[in-house]
């Protein structure tokens, strides 16, 4: 049969274009997508991604766990669960979530298709079109896709070296108020944030729910880096000293895998029923197969200790960046140091456009991503970029970091003869209306 | 430390509930899903769930290529993946749907958590709150539930024997036009029907599709079953004579396994860019650690042999529970001849009412979907219930079918005696509007 006509034409209009619901206005795609195409060449230096570094796992050993599992319980393994999530998973994420101080039952517990599915369920389940999310300055760009994609506005909150300023969070929601808007959801990333590599402290924990519950907000915790904290210390969770107020997301993808995509969501017993509802909805019920591999490897293998080893990886790789940083970038710049997790959030000297920057540096073959993609509608972080320094080797990180310089020196230069570089790039927004982090 | 007070408390009030989407009013929880909690007992038997036969599946071969698939290519199935899929798998998948006739290009193709979340998907693209979809009478339940948890409305469309009629679709759009709402998708299952159990000729097919294409709607094939006809002929897909006007939803969920959580969609250019979009707002990417395992398993094992071991299974169960329905069911009973898939619907004599017989059912340790479920708002199929023959094994097939036959002659009985024995039950809307199945 021969390939018909649709297969071999390039551009097309779309016949469906004025069938679409009022809500994908929201999905657009990445502008610095088609760059990170080129960016996935080996010989770039990536800073740009958060892949987990999951060759440190004891592949063999997964590797016989799971055909174990699959010989000793496949029937299982490969067939529908429950829209809950398995029992037995739920209550090893009640261990799992021992070291942050989350403590629940396990029927508050909901597993998902990864992280994500549980923030597009709690979007899916409280937002109407129109409501409002106060978010940080930056803050986690595929969070922003599912508050846009379910037609929230998203207020931004500066930050400072301790993460989202609480006296910030007050004004804003006044603000909305004021404003005759409806604020639903606070969304925080409290320990080792991606993309701004903070952490608050215990008090600035407590002042932050305070300030959305005595306004009568539900808290998102979003907390997927906890247990990836370099001196080993462990930031308790704000979930664990309030059950009714916060809806916590855990997630196995950096402390397991990735690639396997569970999640959960521990939520107040009424929204908990809504979401399994939404979760069934969505994708019937989370895999079996993955759900089990993770329990089985749980139960046999020694997760903490593994835990332990992605640490001490990410530890090496994190003060390869920051020596680079110091001994490499011209003055004006700054950055945060991170004490867990995967990311700085690097502010660019005055007049440089991280995002009009960023072709210039996958020429120079080192890829990061600009800080614009870190706020709805792109309408902040223009100076600034996020480098991760997760993946790559600490040698490579060195030598992405001596690259980007290399970059940054010569749009310094430019700048400095001829006025700005950035004149030929759009700007979307409006410069960077907060103090953020720079 | 103490368990806090919300772990101990039983029923409490929810302080949410003010804050929760209007889309969660669409979000409830089945009526019948307390019983079957006592349903899932061992000496229940079940002609409820719609399980496949994972036990027919060669466990030991998958385990040793699941084993080597970790050895060999671990780093990449544990790590995140595209949004859009694998893209060998997604090769693979055009493969797998030869035999529907489906053509297209890897790009076409957008893999899924299951074919539930290509549904959930298509309806987020596509769907505004009122918007109307168009589904057979009676229709998938979760597809039902997909469409309340995105606001549309919904219509039945009646069937025949051939499944949905087309003058009835036609009928239908132009009277949800001159009603002033928005006919946006035609959602059909013409392949082994769940739960109608009846399959669309291709004369039929070609009707539909035009009764869609002539009114500018977008047609919805869901395909779950189409591999599994009993007699080794596979049905055509729509979608393989109408690349533009028609979304196909294939899954391996029947043909590999319900646990690895992996569909797919097939859609025109544009809507393939906004599915790719979504799904990676809803999940980042479909599971690396699944996707590798299915195209490991298309690669290295027969896979269509076992289609033909899942057929002879499923062929010998349709036909121990046609044998015993022929034989035990009483006079004014009757049910559809499936040629394929895991279902027959079956009408029960004038006066009885499957809701309100199903905990006397229960009791007689058999269970079955009522046929409520499987209309919007439960507003028809009082009269009806579905019965899937896929997991029992052909003995406990009969002996479910026995002691339902029991039961149906017990209600015949007492409404011979004493008038309809449904008085005491709740019928929550109209008696079913189309003549349906019956």
């Known amino acids: 049969m021969e390939p018909t006509q649709q297969q071999t034409t390039g551009t097309r209009l779309d016949p469906w274009v004025d069938a679409y619901a009022a809500r994908t206005r929201g999905l657009t795609a990445s502008q610095v ?37 699959l010989r000793e319980r496949g029937p299982q393994a490969l067939q529908y669960g429950s829209g809950q999530g398995d029992v037995t998973l739920r209550e090893q994420i009640l261990e799992v979530m021992d070291p942050v101080g989350v403590r629940a039952h396990p029927d508050d517990i909901v597993v998902t298709a990864g992280s994500q599915m549980a923030l597009d369920l709690v979007v899916r389940v409280f937002c109407d079109p129109g409501d409002v999310v ?15 994609s379910y037609q929230c506005q998203v207020v931004h909150v ?26 639903k959801l606070v969304y925080t990333i409290p320990s080792f944030h991606n993309p701004g590599g903070v952490t608050q402290g215990p008090e600035r924990r407590a002042e932050v729910l305070d300030a959305a519950r005595s306004n009568g907000l539900l808290l998102l915790e979003d907390d997927p880096y906890g247990l990836l904290g370099f001196d080993g210390s462990v930031p308790r969770a704000i979930r664990a000293d309030e059950a009714e107020g916060v809806i916590y997301l855990g997630t196995f993808s950096k402390t397991i895998a990735a690639g396997l995509r569970v999640g959960w969501a521990v939520a107040p017993h009424g929204v908990r029923e809504k979401l399994v509802l939404a979760n069934e909805t969505a994708t019937l019920c989370p895999s079996n197969f993955a759900q089990l591999t993770i329990s089985e490897y749980l139960a046999t293998q020694p997760w903490f200790d593994q835990v332990k080893v992605f640490r001490e990886v990410y530890r090496e790789r994190r003060d390869a960046l920051l020596e680079s940083l110091d001994a490499l970038m011209p003055p004006g710049t700054t950055w945060t140091v991170p004490a867990g997790g995967f990311y700085s959030w690097v502010t660019l000297p005055d007049g440089l456009d991280a995002t009009a920057m960023l072709p210039r540096a996958v020429a120079a073959l080192v890829a990061y991503v600009p800080g614009t ?10 100076n ?44 979307p927004g409006p410069s960077t209306p907060t103090p953020d982090l720079a």
């Open 134 to 148: 106060l978010v940080e300055a930056p803050t986690y760009v595929t969070a922003l896709g599912v508050f846009s």
């Open 373 to 382: 993609g870190f706020y709805a509608g792109g309408a902040g972080g223009h």
């Open 33 to 69: 997508r088609a760059l990170f195409a080129v960016a996935s060449r080996p010989e770039v230096v990536s800073l740009a991604g958060g892949m987990p570094f999951v060759s440190a796992l004891p592949l063999d050993q997964i590797a016989d766990m799971t055909a174990r599992l």
């Open 158 to 183: 500066p930050m400072d070296e301790q993460g989202m300023r609480p006296d910030a969070l007050r004004e804003a929601i006044a603000r909305v108020r004021a404003e005759g808007r409806t604020p």
């Open 384 to 427: 600034a970029l996020r480098l991760s320094y997760c993946y790559p080797e600490p040698d490579r990180i060195r030598e992405g970091v001596r690259r980007l310089a290399g970059v940054i020196e010569s749009e310094l230069e430019i700048v400095q003869t001829f006025g700005s570089p950035t004149t030929a790039s759009s700007r």
